[in-house]
Structures are given as C-alpha cells and as structure tokens.
C-alpha cells in the first residue's frame, strides 16, 4: 500500500488572487477525496465540495482563497486512507 500513494498526485499552482489544486486520481480504481477546513483559523473556504468520487485517472481542479488559513486535502478508498 505504501506505493499506492504515489499513485495520487496533488498539484499546487499559484495564481494572483487564488490557489489553485489539482487532485489527480492515477490509481486503476475510483477514491474518495475529501477537503476539510479549520473555521476556527479563518473563514475562508475552497470553492469546491468537501468530498467528491474520482474514477481512476481523472483529474478535478479547484481554487481556494490566498487567505486560506488552515485546511486538509486527503484520500481514502474501500480500505481506508491512502498514505
């Protein structure tokens, strides 16, 4: 499983008023990726739903706001999460 990891590739490319990330999902098989925000850190939020489904090798881009303070992007499949 430890090789399974780098299979999912996260990509961060910085932009003038916003971040964005890519999650790129290069397993043979669908995850689960999920964001979590630390309200108690800030307000500010990314512009996409916290958990969404990835097929195996798609890729789904959001932004999240520069004053985004403190926050989590991680995946998990069937057997738990992927480290």
Known sequence: MKTLSAFVTLVLAASASARTFTVYNGCPFTIWP????DLSQGTAVPDYPTGWEAAAYTAVSFTVPDNWKAGRIWVSNTTGILQ
Do not use: K, M, S
């Not at 999920?34 to 925000?37: D, G, K, L, Q, V």
């Open 34 to 37: 999920a964001i979590y925000t």
